[in-house]
């Protein structure tokens, strides 16, 4: 079976895979460069990168990979006892050492926008040039007829996609519906099916923000967590477009992705205050 032919199928069926490719061989090793295994989500493999204990830790490196949506290039020693600079070593005793590069291919991660107005659609805009998944929801069936770009675009109702569809775990999610009670109807539903989420965004004001901390907290507690809540949604750059939301979104998605800390976020001037 052919390796790439096997990609692009595993593309039209929105399965994310990952090659592993041997670009790099010194001394002895029971594998060729520039060989390739392929491995996809569901654990198919097509074709080899040598075998043995090499090929073990290959398709275990893949199925972290897969779960974390990332490339990485990694060296191995193949000689077990033995080490050289940073390179990983096996149980094995050929003694050479060999460098893969596991490619992820795949969409990024999942992005849900509840609301389909000028905000979600100049942000999808943006989401779509770093290869998110976004998938768009809204009840208002001319608006949704008008939106352009979305990997999935619903016409339903905000809280019955949460109860019918579900939310992919680890997920982002936006808020900007039409009005402030579908806005809170969002995020009390995703608060009470307790969904293991990423970052949690909701277009708001400060006023919107008290009053929605009020009703949140009385309805679920004072010791309710919202540490991946981001509320008002984004960094603070000081547009006011659906262009400028949208980029200052983007820019507080891509910090929580990569993990950055020390950003000017909406949220920090107000949540703290408010509880």
């Not at 569901?42 to 204990?53: C, I, Y």
């Not at 547009?239 to 980029?247: H, L, Q, R, T």
């Amino acid at each position: 079976m052919d390796i790439y032919d096997e990609i692009i199928k595993m593309k039209q069926n929105n399965e994310p895979c990952m090659t592993v490719t041997v670009v790099e061989k010194t001394g002895d090793g029971p594998v060729e460069l520039g060989k390739k295994m392929l491995v996809g989500v569901t654990g198919k493999r097509v074709g080899t990168v040598g075998g043995g204990a090499l090929e073990h830790q290959a398709i275990e490196t893949c199925k972290d990979l897969l779960k974390a949506q990332k490339s990485h290039l990694e060296k191995y020693l193949l000689k077990e006892g033995e080490i050289v600079g940073q390179a990983t070593t096996l149980p094995m005793t050929c003694g050479g050492v060999v460098t893969l590069f596991y490619e992820y291919i795949g969409h990024g991660a999942h992005i849900y926008l509840f609301g389909a107005g000028h905000v979600s659609q100049a942000l999808c805009h943006v989401l779509k040039t770093m290869n998110f998944y976004v998938t768009v929801i809204d009840h208002r069936k001319e608006v949704v007829d008008q939106f352009i770009g979305g990997d999935e675009v619903h016409h339903h109702d905000f809280v019955d996609f949460i109860e019918t569809q579900g939310i992919a775990k680890n997920a982002y999610v936006v808020v900007c519906t039409p009005s402030h009670k579908y806005d809170y109807d969002v995020m009390h539903k995703i608060i009470e099916k307790q969904l293991e989420l990423k970052y949690v965004g909701m277009l708001c004001s400060k006023n919107k923000l008290k009053d929605y901390l009020v009703k949140t907290y009385d309805k679920f507690g004072e010791s309710l967590n919202l540490s991946n809540h981001y509320a008002p949604i984004g960094i603070d750059t000081g547009g006011g477009s659906p262009a400028e939301i949208a980029i200052s979104i983007s820019a507080e998605i891509l910090a929580v992705y990569y993990n950055k800390t020390g950003n000017k976020h909406m949220r920090d001037a107000y949540i703290s205050k408010e509880k």
